[in-house]
């Protein structure tokens, strides 16, 4: 079955870039999304169809896929970004598919 | 602004059946191209998907779900359901249900606040 795996969990420093991965068979030859998910609160979209931007979410969130590796990007990171993040694909046997989701710090 | 709010039973004996429901507000479900997702969240841990529903009745389901999964949807109250039989402690979780823009490379853009349930006895 078709599975994503992501890091347990990412620190980046205030201002600083974080990265965020995961990676999946021929993810690249798929659409990759990316949730934001804060404690107590539901999952907020903030990357689909790998590189685009709902309406509300700021453009330091940015999003990358090819080959067997989907990124999330956050440029110049802020304390409120701290959350765990997920990121999500559709496939073909198993329909949708949520890697296991990572913990972002901002130290 | 779509919203949606899941209402069932926070706790559930094992090996009975849980029932959700999610109720569409701002929006409707009938005729739209739309689809309508449960997902799962056990505490600690991450998401599951659990199927999908449009409007019409065409069901999609986690295939390791799927032999205890049901999902129907009442257009006329605007709502959609989940019923999950045999329960263990195993099925202990946020549910959430949710807007997906379509059934393949779908992206769930609305969420409700989640419903927590305790298998339990």
């Known amino acids: 079955s078709f599975e994503l795996t992501q890091p347990p969990s990412v620190s980046v420093s205030p201002g600083q870039t974080a990265s965020i991965t995961c990676s999946g068979d021929?993810?690249?030859?798929?659409?990759a999304c990316w949730y934001q998910q804060k404690p107590g609160q539901s999952p907020v979209l903030v990357i689909y169809?790998?590189?685009k931007r709902p309406s509300g979410i700021p453009e330091r969130f940015s999003g990358s896929n090819s080959g067997n590796t989907s990124t999330l990007t956050i440029s110049g990171t802020q304390a409120m970004d701290e959350a765990d993040y997920f990121c999500?694909?559709?496939?073909?046997?198993?329909?949708?598919?949520f890697g296991g989701g990572t913990r972002l710090t901002v130290l | 602004q779509l919203q949606l709010q899941e209402s069932g039973p926070g706790l559930v004996k094992p090996s009975e059946t849980l029932s959700l429901s999610c109720t569409v507000s701002?929006?409707?479900?009938?005729?739209?191209?739309?689809?309508w997702g449960w997902i799962r969240q056990p505490p600690g841990k991450g998401l599951q998907y659990i199927g999908s529903?449009?409007?019409?009745?065409?069901?999609y389901y986690n295939p390791f779900l799927k032999s205890r999964v049901t999902i129907s949807v009442d257009t006329s109250k605007n709502q959609f359901s989940l019923k999950l039989t045999s329960v263990t402690a195993a099925d202990t979780a946020v549910y959430y249900c949710?807007?997906?823009?379509?059934?393949?490379?779908?992206?769930?853009?609305?969420w409700g606040q989640g419903n927590l349930v305790i298998v339990s006895s």
């Open positions: 999500q694909a559709w496939d073909i046997t198993t329909y949708v598919v």
């Open positions: 021929k993810l690249g030859d798929k659409y």
């Open positions: 949710a807007r997906s823009t379509a059934m393949v490379n779908p992206r769930f853009d609305y």
């Open positions: 529903i449009f409007y019409s009745g065409s069901t």
């Open positions: 169809q790998d590189t």
């Open positions: 701002g929006g409707s479900i009938s005729g739209s191209s739309y689809y």
